[in-house]
């Protein structure tokens, strides 16, 4: 059976850190590339980060980067997201979604087609 599930989100205080895990079964994780979406209430998915299946691609939207660091462990079928210097702002229901194309628009949710998964919650506040 193929799956992402996600896990380790929760709440965490302002300036606070959290680490996000995507693990992938029933597929080749290592022939994916793998993107961190979220999408607060009322708000469309946003694209956060992005990986290459081979780990030599690595993209950020603005608004998350020098503070969110994506990675992955192909042995272990799992891509991380580090989320450091958290913001209310960053307050979503964070997705992953895995591709076999990394696409030049890969911060639209819709160039994701291959597989996704159920989204874990992460609330900043104090």
């Known amino acids: 059976q193929v799956q992402l599930v996600e896990s380790g989100g929760g709440l965490v205080q302002p300036g606070g850190s959290l680490r996000l895990s995507c693990a992938a079964s029933g597929f080749r994780l290592d022939h994916y590339a793998i993107g961190w979406f979220r999408q607060a209430p009322g708000k469309e998915r946003e694209g956060v980060a992005c990986?290459?299946?081979?780990?030599?691609?690595?993209r950020y939207s603005d608004s998350v980067k020098g503070r969110f660091a994506i990675s992955r462990d192909n042995a272990k079928r799992t891509v991380y997201l580090q989320m450091n210097n958290l913001k209310p702002e960053d307050t979503a229901v964070y997705y992953c979604a895995a591709d076999m194309v990394l696409r030049a628009d890969w911060s639209n949710s819709e160039a994701w087609s291959d597989y996704w998964g159920q989204g874990t919650q992460v609330t900043v506040s104090s």
């Open positions: 990986i290459g299946s081979s780990d030599v691609v690595r």
